[in-house]
């Protein structure tokens, strides 16, 4: 192992075992100034590859700041991606237990399973569209190993996005009639209005994130495959949650789901 894929590691290891010890470590960026994207999606795949070896299932992606509200929250410019493990995913209803967590906020989105392989630099939206099986409204519950939210692009990338639980709504096949882009998305925290807004918000459609996504993991060599979850990005600027609290998402013409915080 050369010197640099040693740090990789080296970093990795770090992430992991501040996640599990819950101690949380500094960004990345202010270690080591001028780290690359590249790097951090190096550190992001060298992370994810030591939780397959443990027995962890990749089971998709979730795509992140895609809206303005998102970029101008978290101090960043453009969108980045995370990989979703299958202990990260439970259904409507659950309880999300803190105790496992740090500084946890919470994102509404809009999701998709993928029926067909998205593949290549070259896609577009109808293409994506036609690749969709179903849509969902999901809950992502974020997280930071670094120390506040304080964090750079390159940071976000490296820790998997900030990726830590999904909570899924009922999926329901995607209608082509179906406008995402203005499907309005409302959160309710503890009965009170706390967030909305509509799919536009996510580069202009949801859809555009699964264009983004394929195109981006195409420089890899890599693609979305058939099965595939897809998290598009919240539509508003995240919300912390602590515990106690219930959560609910709802839309128009999605059902709803919500989540408990323990």
Known sequence: MDEHASWVAEVAEGLFAAERLRVPVAPLTVLRPGLSLEEAYLIQAEG????????????????????L???????????????????????????????????????????????????????DAKTVRDAVSEVFLALEVIDTRFTGWQIALADSVADNASCARVVT?????????????????????????AAAGEGRAVLGDPL??????????STFGNWLRAGDLVLA??????????????????????????????
């Open 48 to 67: 994810v590859a030591r939780r397959v070896a443990g027995g962890a299932r990749v089971v998709g992606h979730k795509v992140g700041a895609t809206s």
């Open 69 to 123: 509200a998102m970029q101008q929250q978290m101090g960043v410019e453009e969108p980045d991606s995370g990989v979703l493990l299958e202990d990260m995913v439970i259904p409507s209803g659950s309880t999300v237990a803190l105790g496992e967590l740090m500084s946890p906020r919470v994102e509404a989105e809009i999701a998709f399973r993928l029926g067909q392989d998205l593949k290549g630099p070259d896609l």
């Open 169 to 193: 709504g009922r999926a329901v096949p995607l209608d082509h009639d179906l406008d995402l882009h203005a499907e309005e998305l409302l959160v309710h925290v503890d009965g009170a209005a």
């Open 208 to 217: 555009n994130a699964l264009v983004w996504l394929a195109r981006r993991l």
């Open 233 to 262: 990005g919240s539509v508003h600027a995240s919300l912390p949650l602590t515990a106690g609290t219930e959560v609910r998402l709802a839309s128009a013409h999605l059902p709803p789901v919500r989540l408990r915080a323990g």
